[in-house]
């Protein structure tokens, strides 16, 4: 056997092994398994991550894109089992809104995974799976949305203004995900609500019951606080949401 076969090999009883690993974590993520077996499981899955990024960056050393792309896929595959345990661990504790956006994470980490390379099948249903869970466990959402205008933004691959390189938002090159960094909002024109948001994070938290005395959580549906007396005045329903994340949170680099 040549030493690029036992390469190939090894590989593949690497990658075999991670998606081994993510099957396994599986068994923890129904609500009723106990929250210490959930975060054993997350302990577990974090070493494994530990692993693919190390091949990952050992792939990228060897400027080999296809391989770095296939742990990148590997590394967003593993996050969506983290993300989803979190998910659930987070509606035990009753903090939903926590619960919300590691949902949306889990979601938004099986796509990126697929995008990255299309390894398994598996992570098709995983979505279905995953869009399901929010109709078991939360209330629908109101999706806010804000029409801005904004600075031109940098490529995060390559630096350069995103305009000015040939790199395109959401493709994989070597093992990370291209996006726009470092743009600034410059005027805001509008706000609204939108039943498919670019982001499923900014939601309505919040909003003012009939006789506007009090805010209602949107989770609960519970009152949270007695409305002003001078806000009672103003047209309309009340509401407080999330308009707008900076951050980018996900590890998709
Ligand atoms: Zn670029």
Same mark, same amino acid.
């Given at each position: 056997?040549?030493?690029?076969?036992?390469?190939l090999?090894?590989?593949?009883?690497?990658?075999?092994?991670?998606?081994?690993?993510?099957?396994? !974590?599986?068994?923890?993520?129904?609500?009723?398994?106990?929250?210490?077996?959930?975060?054993?499981? *997350?302990?577990?899955?974090?070493?494994?991550?530990?692993? *693919?990024l190390?091949?990952?960056?050992?792939?990228?050393?060897?400027?080999?894109?296809?391989? !770095?792309?296939?742990?990148? !896929?590997?590394?967003?595959?593993v996050?969506?089992? #983290?993300?989803e345990?979190?998910?659930?661990?987070?509606?035990?504790?009753? #903090?939903?809104?926590?619960?919300?956006?590691?949902?949306v994470?889990?979601?938004?980490?099986?796509?990126?995974?697929?995008?990255?390379?299309?390894?398994?099948?598996?992570?098709?249903?995983?979505?279905?799976?995953?869009?399901?869970?929010?109709?078991?466990?939360?209330?629908?959402?109101?999706?806010?949305?804000?029409?801005?205008?904004?600075?031109?933004?940098?490529?995060?691959?390559?630096?350069?203004? *995103?305009d000015?390189?040939? %790199?395109?938002?959401?493709?994989?090159?070597?093992?990370?995900?291209?996006?726009?960094?470092?743009?600034?909002?410059?005027?805001?024109? %509008?706000?609204?609500?939108?039943?498919?948001?670019?982001?499923?994070?900014?939601?309505?938290?919040?909003?003012?019951?009939?006789?506007?005395?009090?805010?209602?959580?949107?989770?609960?549906?519970e009152?949270?606080?007695? #409305?002003?007396?001078?806000?009672?005045?103003?047209?309309?329903?009340?509401?407080?949401?999330?308009?707008?994340?900076?951050?980018?949170?996900?590890?998709?680099?």
């Amino acid at each position: 056997m040549t030493s690029n076969q036992e390469k190939l090999i090894s590989q593949d009883d690497f990658i075999s092994s991670c998606i081994q690993e993510m099957s396994k !974590a599986e068994v923890y993520l129904p609500f009723t398994i106990s929250s210490r077996l959930k975060r054993e499981a *997350i302990e577990k899955l974090e070493i494994i991550k530990g692993e *693919i990024l190390k091949a990952k960056y050992d792939a990228i050393n060897r400027e080999e894109e296809k391989l !770095a792309n296939l742990m990148l !896929a590997l590394q967003c595959g593993v996050n969506s089992f #983290i993300s989803e345990l979190n998910c659930i661990l987070s509606l035990k504790e009753g #903090i939903f809104r926590r619960a919300w956006d590691f949902l949306v994470d889990a979601q938004e980490y099986t796509v990126w995974s697929y995008r990255a390379a299309p390894y398994n099948k598996m992570l098709l249903s995983r979505y279905e799976d995953l869009l399901l869970l929010e109709k078991a466990y939360f209330p629908k959402m109101v999706y806010l949305s804000m029409g801005a205008t904004v600075s031109n933004g940098k490529c995060s691959i390559c630096g350069s203004l *995103i305009d000015e390189c040939d %790199h395109l938002e959401g493709l994989p090159y070597m093992g990370r995900i291209c996006q726009i960094v470092d743009y600034n909002v410059v005027n805001v024109n %509008h706000i609204a609500m939108v039943d498919e948001p670019r982001d499923k994070r900014c939601i309505l938290l919040s909003f003012s019951d009939e006789k506007k005395e009090n805010m209602i959580d949107r989770f609960t549906k519970e009152p949270i606080g007695k #409305i002003k007396p001078e806000d009672r005045l103003k047209q309309g329903l009340l509401t407080e949401g999330i308009m707008l994340r900076f951050a980018e949170t996900l590890e998709i680099f």
